[in-house]
């Protein structure tokens, strides 16, 4: 059963990939006709595609490492304030000028970033890495960082840098090439190689902490390894992206609602059902008919923020 899921979701990946690539506002059609159509497919739609999918991988893989580590369901890079974090970072890295939007270092800087927020998180927590203490500290960590991103914005060089910045922070992909996509691999495949090297540690999380402690783990490297990764796959999607919220939220759940419950399989399927996410949303970005194309991290924001009331109310009602 499990094998036909995936090939199931495989062939589905391979539907969305072609049904993106050649739609346009013409129509559909995926052979291109003369030079100018195979500029637009190779070096405008196919890098945005694949710069939607490695996002999606990467906030997807990050959401459902984090909620298992943190055993909390709502766990998220958007709503711990990680993802602030990096931006944060990322946005006075480049306000300073001494950053190019593509330099190689930028997803380091944004690691910086989300790493601090993270260590802030810890200590607003109190420690108490679970729970409402986690989910409070995370929302009063992520405004702010939200406000002191309007700050340095507000302190922008010109009106086009305020705006220019402000469109990127809300989410997209667009107007990306494939030097963003060059960009973020480095990042997320020395992410993939920590969470392979912490895959036992991983398959573990089912026990609790005492439990794992017995079994010759060293608690506080293998968290270190683990929350590196995570913060360098959020780091690398908000310097490609910006920040787009709520996939590392909707791509864990939606896998456990297809069966998948143990953790290595979770997180996989958690960043197959990612990139999905993305890839669809900015597949119907780029349909709506609107004056100025719609920002991706608006159009998944209405989609998860409902998604996170639901969760809400469903943990409370599960307690009365």
């Known amino acids: 059963m499990r094998v036909k899921l995936w090939l199931v979701l495989c062939l589905a990946s391979l539907l969305i990939g072609l049904g993106y690539l050649g739609s346009g506002v013409d129509g559909w059609r995926l052979l291109p006709e003369n030079a100018l159509e195979s500029a637009i497919l190779f070096e405008i739609r196919l890098p945005r595609l694949v710069l939607a999918g490695l996002n999606g991988m990467a906030l997807g893989m990050a959401g459902a490492v984090l909620q298992l580590q943190l055993k909390n369901p709502l766990a998220e890079p958007g709503i711990t304030g990680i993802a ?24 380091l800087v944004g690691m910086l970033g989300g790493a601090l927020s993270l260590i802030l998180l810890w200590l607003l927590s109190r420690g108490q890495m679970f729970g409402l203490h986690l989910i409070l500290a995370g929302v009063a960590l992520a405004s702010l960082t939200g406000a002191l991103m309007a700050v340095v914005l507000n302190l922008a060089p010109n009106p086009f840098a305020f705006q220019e910045w402000a469109l990127w922070l809300m989410g997209s992909v667009a107007n990306r090439g494939w030097s963003h996509v060059w960009l973020m691999a480095p990042s997320l495949v020395l992410a993939l190689l920590l969470l392979l090297s912490q895959r036992r540690f991983l398959s573990a ?38 920040i787009i919220g709520f996939v590392g939220l909707l791509a864990p759940h939606a896998a456990r609602l297809l069966g998948q419950h143990q953790p290595l399989p979770m997180i996989l399927l958690s960043a197959l059902l990612g990139a999905w996410l993305l890839m669809l949303m900015d597949w119907l970005v780029r349909l709506i008919p609107t004056p100025v194309e719609l920002q991706l991290g608006v159009v998944v924001s209405l989609i998860g923020a409902p998604w996170l009331l639901i969760l809400l109310y469903r943990q409370h009602a599960a307690k009365y």
């Open 84 to 107: 602030g974090g990096a931006g944060l970072a990322t946005v006075v890295a480049l306000y300073w000028g001494g950053l190019t939007p593509i330099a190689w270092s930028l997803p």
């Open 205 to 242: 999380q089912i026990f609790d902490d005492a439990t794992i402690a017995t079994l010759g783990f060293q608690l506080g490297w293998n968290r270190f390894l683990i929350f590196a990764a995570v913060t360098l796959l959020v780091s690398a999607s908000v310097v490609t992206a910006g």
